[in-house]
């Protein structure tokens, strides 16, 4: 095929791309999502396998209900009832990863313009494909586990007396009271069983699951320096892809730092594969959420009951036991001085993005305050999309109760929540101010431009220029 894209994409080619694409795609998401489950214990209460399906449709954008039905003590209409809304954003991200690498390696092939039919084209067999199989995971992913207080070993085998046999030995006079009453209703609550469920939600899932690939697809192209765009779109070589490239860079270094921080911390924990299972299945969300909390994101929330247990020092101390409290780095300092550290870390990171970008801009004809200009535009652009972003994939809103006649057994939740028009102005700031830093520490050192792709060098020279494409001219 020429350059200019003018040729099409054999209907084949369009599907055999589609099938390696989310092929690959869902093997890597049910891979992370079964080895994560299975570290943390999950398939110890249930199949693993219908576990794994609800977890890759969740991951994908799809919703999960949990439900429970509780007979203890004679009772009946006694109800489990929760709510989860989150996110395993370790499955999502690496489905993501290779769902838009394989896409945008298919582009490749057009040249250096594609035609937007054959681009829309290729694209709508990707996610139509996604969503046949995200379908078929929906009617697998559901299951029952239930919990037999018998299974305890409370009654004891028939040839041994179990626990309820030795009661009134044991008790003496108390096991009297009530004519006997006490083991009777020990027997009932040995006798309870739970039955704990989860159902993928069908229609709600294929939407999500919409969403979520039309996005990924978008991300794709959007970062791939080396894919071709449509004819009109060409600046975007120039403009918006050197800036999204290259915040996109730095936030999964990100996340690879925290998965090599749990190895690290694995090796000395009493529990190793609680830890990195939790880990496969979640690193993305603790890291992403640091990212904008680092970043002066005003974030709120609350915990209660055992939920608290599973959130980080010092979070665990500054939200234990409330309902609507307000999170901010300061605040998390007075707790741990060592929280300032994670600051620095995220000024670091969105610093980098920014010498990233100038590096991956081409300069052409621009003198050195228009480069410097552009960077902190289109890095601020993207920035301000991103953090808002990041805080809606990693808030968190968890809860559960054990409600038995209107009286409440159990409760437990977690709240997390960023500012988002927060995250959006502190996102413009950061980015403009990272651009702008790192351009003018790359036309100091000359690396201004010295990496940037092909298809950027040649849109910024443009037909009326003959001049070496990305070079500086004298006195600019």
Known sequence: MGASGGGRARPGEVLLAAVAAVSWAFLAMAGVAALGLHLVGADGAGALGPMTAAAVVLAAGGSVIPSGDVEAFGLQGAQAHSAIDVVPLGIGLVGALLLGWVFVRSLRGAGAVIGGAELAARAGAVALLFLLVLAGLTWVGNDTVTIDAASLGLKGKPEQEGLLGKLPGELGDIADIGSGLLPDRIQRLIDAKAAVGFTVEAGRSVLGGAVWVVAVLLIAVLVARRAP?????????????????ALYGVLVLAVGAGLAAALYAAIGDDHPRLVLGSALLGAPNGVWLGVPLGLFVP???????????????????LLADEKDEPITVARLAELDGRVWLL????????????????VRTPVGRTSRAGFVGRCALWLGIVTALTLPLLVRLTGVSAGASLSVLGFD????????HGNGPAALALGAGWGAAAGAAGALAAWATGAAGGQASRFALDSARGPAHGSAPGSRLNGA
């Not at 995220?346 to 010498?355: E, F, P, R, S």
């Open 229 to 245: 765009m449509p004819r009109g779109l060409e600046a975007a070589h120039r403009t918006v892809r050197p800036a999204a490239s």
């Open 299 to 317: 974030w709120h929330g609350g915990a209660s009951g055992a939920l608290v247990r599973v959130l980080p020092d010092p979070l665990d101390k």
């Open 343 to 358: 600051a620095v870390a995220c000024v670091l990171m969105i610093l980098a993005a920014g010498v990233l970008t100038a």
């Open 409 to 416: 057994a159990f409760g437990a939740g977690i709240e997390l």
